[in-house]
């Protein structure tokens, strides 16, 4: 709805009022239609019907990444990391792991890229979700810090710096001290 001119304070206040924000409450409940399970259910069903692909295989890993983005694309889901996880019968720990090369020394470099530029693609999407409004946020914070290392805060550690080197023992110290020249 096109805001209109205000001349006055008022009139302002008035206009903000009007075009108050939804009830939280309502953002926050289900969005479901019927039909919405059992449309999620046959597309996560396909890809339990694939089998395995040989993950040091480049043209299987590719080829299965094509097919799982293309059946998104047909039932118009959103891909995900859980998603992909299951187009490769795997779960999304191991396929983290795959992606940061963690316990994939079996896996081809090659073969690791194409994964992991799946899986920036979802990223990708899920910015793209939650700037444009596609995503409830509390579910796209959850998924992106869980799924793509994001986190509220960076952890700094501070070390103190000791300007007397080491630790020394006080006997030490008062030692070092006592042999300066004395003014």
């Known amino acids: 709805m096109p805001r209109q001119k205000v001349d006055s304070l008022d009139d302002a206040v008035?206009?903000?009022?009007?075009?108050?924000r939804p009830k939280r409450s309502e953002d926050l409940q289900p969005q479901t239609e019927p039909g919405d399970n059992s449309k999620?259910?046959?597309?996560s069903m396909?890809?339990?019907s694939w089998e395995r692909p040989d993950i040091t295989s480049l043209e299987q890993v590719n080829?299965?990444?094509?097919?799982y983005?293309?059946?998104c694309e047909q039932n118009d889901m959103k891909p995900s990391i859980e998603g992909l996880s299951l187009a490769f019968d795997t779960d999304r720990k191991t396929m983290w792991r795959w992606v940061n090369g963690i316990e994939s020394s079996h896996i081809p470099d090659t073969v690791r890229h194409s994964i992991k530029r799946a899986y920036g693609l979802i990223n990708n999407l899920m910015v793209e979700y939650m700037q444009n409004g596609k995503i409830n946020p509390v579910s796209g914070i959850f998924l992106m810090k869980n799924n793509m290392g994001y986190a509220d805060q960076t952890e700094i550690v501070v070390t103190p710096n000791n300007p007397l080197g080491d630790a020394q023992n006080p006997d030490q110290i008062v030692q070092k001290y006592a042999e300066l020249p004395q003014d």
């Open 14 to 20: 008035q206009e903000v009022v009007k075009h108050r």
């Open 40 to 43: 999620y259910l046959r597309h």
């Open 46 to 48: 396909v890809m339990m």
């Open 63 to 67: 080829e299965r990444i094509g097919k």
């Open 69 to 71: 983005f293309s059946l």
